[in-house]
């Protein structure tokens, strides 16, 4: 037996933090006078200041805790501050627009609190069964999420739709879990891969890669692979805009982060994955890349071509995954970081100018955006121009880390498969621009200026945007190094 | 004693039977229960495994597998609770007002 | 040191920040004072730079990393900066006339709408410009490169809602980036072959090469940073923009259109003096194009009546004269030539400017004349800038010019045709110059009557900087006086450190002009071409005005070319805009979004293959049919496991 002593809380600090001041927030909220929930936002983003500021302090502090169920190491703290910042980015971005469309309660912001705090203990966690209830404290937050705009039809279909096949999808992931359990008598990713390393012939192949799959199953649905991304337009098109930005960024890169201790970190070095999970990984990244860009041509809606856009971008991060090892691991990290800054800085715009109760989502509402708000019309180019990839942009450098990546690993046909498929991207990422640069008259987008909290959100990223752009390899080289003991 | 075979072969029968149920059944309701039903194999599983093993741990992920069940029925029912209001149906082939 | 310039580097850029935030809330006088301000302290912190950088004859160029910038494999780069006598010079020239124009500028857009705005266009372009000249390898020169290009496009179309005004902008973003694409893949190319990029590494490496070696990669690497050059510099093809580029605001003009950026490819090409020289022919090119476009540029420069278009047809000629000066291998002379003309042209800028201020906005020289009067400083700053572009001895453009003329002649590579077309241009410059001169000051007053009540010298804020110019224009090639008159070329020999290799290895190598001259009488030659062009000026346009309308009628033809500058706009118009755009809406537009793109959204249940049927098919909407794929997805991998 071991017992649980100070040092374990500690290295759950930043967990600790977020559902404390989640339940703070809760209990605020019914003694908060309404047409003031704003202040609740504020509690929280001080809040997620805080837990950013204690997983800072936790990186001193390496090491395992609750019997080896929490892993802190520079990978989960990494991941645990791009959880955070994605967070702040989205709770500065709702409040305005919480107020705007009148749905501003405080179970909003407690949601999101508790969605990161789930979100963390995915990354940080070694423990499948951990990992399965850090998935769920996020996904039941987030169901919630996508259908707050309770009266209306597109955001309560959104929140069934991801309710239900969200579930549906869990329980392929627990019975991966419990087949593992009970192929190597333990949930322990590191005790796992030892065992396997070890005495290989320990477990059935079969049914251990059985397992897997189920388990991939699970985490392909949240990141949206193909053909698991089939829910993914609909639940980012019907959520409330902010809520897409942190749908589409948050629990994204928390599967990511778990798929790649996985894949990478412990069944990755099994002697009899062979080939398995190379191609498993290999044929989702083509077919999500492939599918995400191409049904992107076709859309109108600015957020469901930010959704196809978004699994798009699942599939170039999946080329990381499987280009694998040390490079592949840090190219992944630095993606999803660079993806959350665009993403979350291009959702949460458009739900500012698409107007009350959103009325102007489509493409032709932006129209001749430019002339009238040239400088919310260049915020969102920026945001395209990234999500394209263009050079001095973070997005570039993304992509760009994650094919050399793939090139060193000798994927030169996925390679080049994913460089074609980021040339299609240009042109829907450019019809928006076109639309706000050429078109002429009056536009149809909302014209109120930005709110503060929005444009120290949208400032951020943009920051964000240009340095990571411009001198990235201060963050890839800590990427690189991150001394875990699974690369 | 019950080869761990049976009981395997039980809880895959029992998963099967929810995922088509899934895609079969036409109410909301019926659906949600049918997830419900492959959790159940789930914990099924993990009980057959725990008691193989032998390791307790299985037994206790069961009661993990139950709280969040739970939760996530709280919050399903509510969101079919606002489909409801919504729409005055219960039949999910209704819910397709976003599509390509 | 390194402080230094990072002082010297970064006030520019938190100017810009500062006014490009606050600058709507600050008051103009707070503008001017972050804008000016940041220059002025750029400016004394290059003049620090330069006083105690002690660079010896024999010291190695400082070079130091900040950071590393870009590491990707073997590719690495610092984000370092590269400060030699070369360097030192470029700083000067940019920091101080730079200075002076933002002064200028107080007094010129005082009235203008976006102050603030226009503070941060510009010291954003001092930081890149800065960034440019001092980067210690290529992608570093490039970010400066790309910089000053974005902030050029920016403040041609700072009128933006002018139409003529947007389209230049566009115009010149469109013209230099094909340049610039010569420029990306002649970097690329070197580093392929040499594996580095970073100058103190490449350099050497290049340097320990015999005559011959690596010729032809260096040559084609060579070529396209010329084409780099070509699209930057205005350079016969690629000139078109900068004439349009006189729609930005004048300042404007003579900063970034005269004195500095447009002179990035001349340095560009004298700091890569050890790749050009290893590459004879292209050297060859360089001088050939530099040489015609001067010539070219002076013709078409003859019968503008826009006094500031003039100048920009001017300015592409100087810098021909420039090119040909590097291209013969004499990399200094071009060097020299660059800085005498920044202060001369940055004056006739900013006198016109001056003059289009007094004339409300107008600049056609037919409806001038006789502001002499009026407007004696600027009056008398122009004659001075004037007789420096014509080459009059005692100015500055007399010597540096006259440095090119000697080296086109007797430099390693030179060849009396280029002298000779040299010094036809150089009395082709002093007739359209002065012609310019007598149109715009002297005679009688062909103002309009609305007008003339309105015409006044500018305010001092405008004409200490002319006085200042002026005073540049004069002493400024009193730095190189040659040797035939007795001085010492210390401008050359300043340089030395910098090009003296390059050099060394075309004597070594034999390759020497066979052509010897005494300076002297190539100098006389140069002073009767100028000396012939301001007389014929002068009979022209103060003693009978009537024989150019003569000539005009009776040469028709030849006049109508001109005056259309060459039919080169048109020719482009037909040869490349007209094609792009029937392409454009017959193929794109037609073919591809009407015919394919359409077709395919709209098209039909028959259209079996259409992708779009078959997407809608699948995203049905319905729950069900969503589960069924999540659950086809896993039964498929299973499948695959299976199978295996």
């Known amino acids: 037996m071991t017992s649980v002593g100070s040092a374990d809380f500690i290295r759950i600090l930043p967990e600790l933090v977020l559902s404390g001041f989640a339940l703070l927030v809760m209990m605020l909220e019914p003694v908060t006078p309404a047409g003031k929930k704003t202040v609740l936002g504020w509690v929280s983003v001080v809040g997620v200041i805080l837990a950013g500021l204690a997983a800072a302090a936790i990186a001193f502090f390496p090491g395992s805790a609750f019997s080896a169920s929490i892993s802190n190491d520079g990978y989960s703290v990494y991941l645990i501050e791009l959880l955070l910042l994605i967070a702040l980015l989205t709770l500065l971005g709702s409040m305005a627009y ?69 579930s549906f999808a869990t329980a392929f992931f627990l019975y ?3 087949f593992v359990y009970g192929l190597t008598g333990t949930t322990n990713l590191d005790v796992i891969r030892e065992t396997l390393v070890n005495s290989p012939s320990s477990a059935n192949p079969q049914l251990l890669w059985l397992a897997v799959i189920l388990m991939f199953v699970g985490l392909a649905f949240k990141v949206s692979t193909a053909p698991f991304q089939i829910w993914t337009p609909d639940v980012y098109q019907g959520a409330p805009a902010p809520v897409t930005a942190y749908l589409s960024t948050a629990p994204k890169a ?131 121009l990234s999500l394209a990839g263009f050079p001095s942009t973070v997005g570039f450098f993304a992509k760009f880390y994650v ?85 | 004693m019950i080869p761990l075979s049976h009981i395997l072969l039980l809880s895959v029968i029992l998963f099967t039977l929810g995922a088509a149920g899934f895609i079969i059944r036409r109410n909301v309701i019926t659906v949600f229960m049918c997830i419900e039903l492959m959790l159940n194999a789930v914990n099924l599983a993990f009980i057959a495994f725990s008691r193989r093993l032998p390791s307790l741990d299985g037994q206790l992920f069961v009661f993990f597998v139950i709280v969040v069940a739970a939760a996530e029925a709280a919050v399903g029912l509510a969101i079919i609770v606002a489909l409801y209001r919504n729409r005055n149906s219960l039949a999910i082939d209704d819910v397709d007002s976003m599509k390509m | ?79 370092a900066l590269y400060y030699d006598r070369l360097t030192l010079i470029m700083t000067l020239v940019v920091t101080v006339i730079g200075f002076l124009i933002h002064m200028y500028s107080r007094g010129y857009m005082e009235h203008e709408g976006g102050y603030y705005r226009f503070f941060c266009y510009l010291n954003l372009f001092l930081f890149m410009m800065l960034v440019l000249i001092t980067a210690g390898s290529y992608p570093v020169m490039f970010v400066g490169w790309e910089g000053v290009g974005l902030c050029s496009y920016l403040l041609i179309g700072f009128y933006f809602p002018k139409k003529s005004a947007s389209d230049a902008g566009k115009k010149a973003f469109i013209v230099t980036r094909i340049g610039d694409a010569g420029f990306t893949v002649g970097v690329a190319l070197l580093f392929w072959t040499f594996g580095t990029v970073n100058f103190p590494e490449l350099f050497p490496k290049v340097a320990a090469l015999g005559l011959g070696d690596q010729q032809h990669t260096l040559t084609a690497a060579c070529l396209l940073l010329f084409l780099g050059a070509v699209g930057k510099s205005a350079q016969l093809p690629l000139y078109v923009w900068l004439p349009d580029a006189m729609e930005g605001p004048t300042p404007v003009s003579a900063l970034i259109h005269a004195a500095t950026m447009v002179t990035a490819g001349v340095y560009m090409v004298a700091r890569s003096n050890v790749l050009f020289v290893h590459a004879p022919e292209a ?79 107008e600049l056609d020289m037919r409806i001038m004349g006789g502001l002499r009067h009026k407007m004696p400083t600027t009056f008398w700053t122009f004659l001075i800038a004037t ?119 075309l004597a070594s190598n034999g390759v020497a002009a066979a052509h010897t001259a005494s300076e002297l009488v190539l100098m006389i030659g140069s002073l009767t071409a100028a000396g012939v062009g301001i007389l014929v000026a002068y009979w022209f346009y103060l003693r009978s005005p009537e024989i150019p309308e003569g000539l005009a009628t009776a040469f028709s033809g030849a006049y109508r070319t001109l005056v259309n500058k060459y039919y080169v706009d048109e020719f482009y118009n037909w040869l490349i805009v007209q094609p792009v755009v029937v392409g454009s809406r017959k193929f794109l537009w037609q073919f591809v979004d009407t015919g394919v793109i359409d077709g395919a959204v709209n098209g039909s249940a028959e259209a079996t293959a259409d992708v779009g049927q078959v997407l809608r098919r699948i995203q049905s909407g319905n729950i069900r049919s969503y589960a069924a794929w999540v659950l086809l997805g896993a039964v498929g991998w299973l499948g695959y496991l299976l199978l295996r």
Request: with cysteine; hydrophobic share 50%.
């Open chain 1, 254 to 384: 928390a599967a990511f982060a778990v798929l790649v201790r996985l894949l990478i970190g412990s069944f990755g070095h099994v002697a009899s994955a062979g080939p398995l999970i190379f191609w498993l990984l290999w044929i989702s990244a083509v077919l999500t890349m492939c599918l995400g860009n191409l049904a992107a041509l076709w859309q109108s809606n600015v957020k469901r071509l930010l959704a196809y856009s978004s699994i798009a971008h699942a599939g170039y991060i999946l080329v990381g995954v499987t280009a694998g090892g040390a490079e592949g691991t840090s190219s992944v990290l630095f993606y999803l970081g660079g993806y959350a800054l665009m993403n979350v800085g291009a959702f949460i715009l458009v739900a500012h100018l698409a107007g009350a109760d959103e009325r102007r989502t489509d493409v032709e509402d932006f129209t001749g955006l430019a002339a009238d708000r040239p400088g919310m019309a260049a915020c969102l180019t920026v945001f395209m």
């Open chain 3, 1 to 79: 040191m390194e402080i230094l310039l990072l002082l010297m580097l970064l006030p520019p850029l938190a100017g810009a920040a500062l006014n490009g935030i606050f600058g709507r809330r600050f008051s103009h006088g707070l503008v001017s004072v972050i804008g000016c301000g940041s220059a002025g302290i750029a400016a004394i912190f290059a003049i620090a730079a330069a006083l105690t950088s002690h660079l010896g004859p024999d010291t190695p160029p400082f070079v130091h990393g900040y950071f590393t910038w870009i590491q990707a494999g073997s590719f690495r780069t610092d984000f």
């Open chain 3, 387 to 505: 007789l420096a572009i014509s080459g009059v001895p005692g100015f500055a453009g007399f010597f540096s010019k006259d440095g090119i003329l000697a080296a086109t002649y007797s430099g390693p590579l030179g060849s009396p045709w280029l002298y000779w077309l040299l010094t036809i241009t150089a009395g082709l410059t002093a007739f359209y110059m002065f012609r310019g001169l007598f149109m715009t000051f002297c005679g009688k007053s062909r103002v309009p009557h609305d007008l003339e009540h309105h015409v006044h010298e500018s305010s001092s804020k405008m004409t200490v900087p002319l006085m200042i110019l002026a005073v540049f224009s004069i002493v400024a090639g009193y730095v190189g006086i040659p040797e035939v008159l007795g001085g010492s070329e210390r401008f050359d020999h300043f340089l030395e450190p910098v090009f003296g290799s390059s050099q060394n290895l």
């Open chain 1, 176 to 178: 991966g879990i419990a």
């Open chain 1, 98 to 166: 919480l107020e705007r469309d009148a749905i501003d309660h405080g179970e909003y912001y407690a949601l999101i609190l508790m969605a990161t705090a789930g979100g963390a203990f995915m990354v940080a966690s070694t423990e499948l069964i951990m990992v399965f209830i850090g998935l769920e404290i996020s996904s039941i937050s987030t169901y919630i999420l996508a259908g707050y705009k309770r009266g209306e039809l597109q955001s309560n279909e959104s929140s069934v739709k991801y309710f239900l096949l969200g």
């Open chain 1, 403 to 487: 094919f050399r990546a793939a090139m060193h690993a000798h994927l030169t046909g996925l390679t080049v498969i994913a460089l074609l498929n980021s040339v299609v991207s240009v042109y829907y990422y450019l019809r928006l621009v076109v639309a706000m640069y050429m078109g002429e008259g009056k536009t149809q987008v909302n014209e109120a200026s930005i709110p503060r909290a929005l444009g120290f959100a949208i400032a951020v990223s943009l920051i964000g945007i240009f340095f990571l752009g411009l001198f990235p390899s201060g963050l890839l080289s800590d990427l690189t190094s991150l001394h875990v003991p699974w690369l």
């Open chain 3, 283 to 361: 050297l060859k090119t360089v001088s050939a194009v530099g040489c015609i476009t001067a010539f070219f540029a002076a013709t078409i420069a003859l019968c503008q009546n826009d006094l500031k278009r003039m100048l920009a047809y001017s300015t592409i000629s100087q810098l021909g004269y420039m090119f040909t000066g590097c291209g013969v291998a004499v990399f200094s002379s071009g060097i020299f030539h660059l800085m005498t003309h920044a202060c001369f042209k940055a004056l006739l800028f900013l006198a016109a400017g001056s003059v289009m201020h007094a004339m409300s906005g």
